[in-house]
T-cell receptor, first 115, second 114 residues
Framework: SAVISQKPSRDICQRGTSLTIQCQVD?????MFWYRQQPGQSLTLIAT?????????ESGFVIDKFPISRPNLTFSTLTVSNMSPEDSSIYLC????????????FGPGTRLLVL | GNSVTQMEGPVTLSEEAFLTINCTYT??????LFWYVQYPGEGLQLLLK?????DKGSNKGFEATYRKETTSFHLEKGSVQVSDSAVYFC?????????????FGKGTHLIIQP
């Protein structure tokens, strides 16, 4: 498996502000993904983070709202922009490894509350 | 598009009872299927997986068989323990390798009573 760390682990933010979440992995990674888990709901894929190029967004998610960077193989950031209370969720980073490409491993998540 | 449907809970059972959590999917081709588990206060962990029809995934006494004819991947355990209390998610990845993200079901909250 892999050790996946996310920062911050939780935050409380005011509406209209932005928060950047970091994801760091200790292993050789092929794919990195960002998911959202709204309260009491399932996980929804936001986007695939591509190294050195623009992320690939799922339907319903746009770059202006969720800009993503992946400057190298083991690090990515997700920014939640111009936040509203509806953005209150757990945001999770997920990766596949070079040695286990069939399996996705998840980070501990960032719990965000927007007031 | 792809979708996963699983029974919603909470499901409450007594210790040592038999468990089945139903999961059916809609997808083209031959997706890979997964069960993930989220214990209280912990992150999401892979429980088991199956990558082709008739494969059986197993781990920690849990089993699930990939049934293409019924598009199902039901999770079973013969004798549950209090420590199995958690939320269980069924998920799929469309065929073609690891390049795609996962589509998740809504999750089933399992409560095991002593």
């Amino acid at each position: 498996s892999a050790v996946i760390s996310q920062k911050p682990s939780r935050d409380i933010c005011q509406r209209g502000t932005s928060l950047t979440i970091q994801c760091q992995v200790d292993s050789q990674v092929t794919m990195m993904f960002w998911y959202r888990q709204q309260p009491g709901q399932s996980l929804t894929l936001i986007a695939t983070a591509n190294q050195g190029s623009e992320a690939t967004y799922e339907s319903g998610f746009v770059i202006d709202k969720f800009p993503i960077s992946r400057p190298n193989l083991t690090f990515s950031t997700l920014t939640v922009s111009n936040m509203s209370p509806e953005d209150s969720s757990i945001y999770l980073c997920s990766v596949t490894l070079q040695v286990h490409q069939e399996t996705q491993y998840f980070g501990p998540g960032t719990r965000l509350l927007v007031l | 598009g792809n979708s996963v449907t699983q029974m919603e809970g909470p499901v409450t059972l007594s210790e040592e009872a038999f468990l089945t959590i139903n999961c059916t999917y809609t997808a083209t081709g031959y997706p890979s299927l997964f069960w993930y588990v989220q214990y209280p206060g912990e992150g999401l962990q892979l429980l088991l997986k199956a990558t082709k029809a008739d494969d059986k995934g197993s781990n920690k006494g849990f089993e699930a068989t990939y049934r293409k004819e019924t598009t199902s991947f039901h999770l079973e355990k013969g004798s549950v323990q209090v420590s199995d209390s958690a939320v269980y998610f069924c998920a799929l990845r469309r065929s073609g390798g690891g390049a795609d993200g996962l589509t998740f079901g809504k999750g089933t909250h399992l409560i095991i009573q002593p």
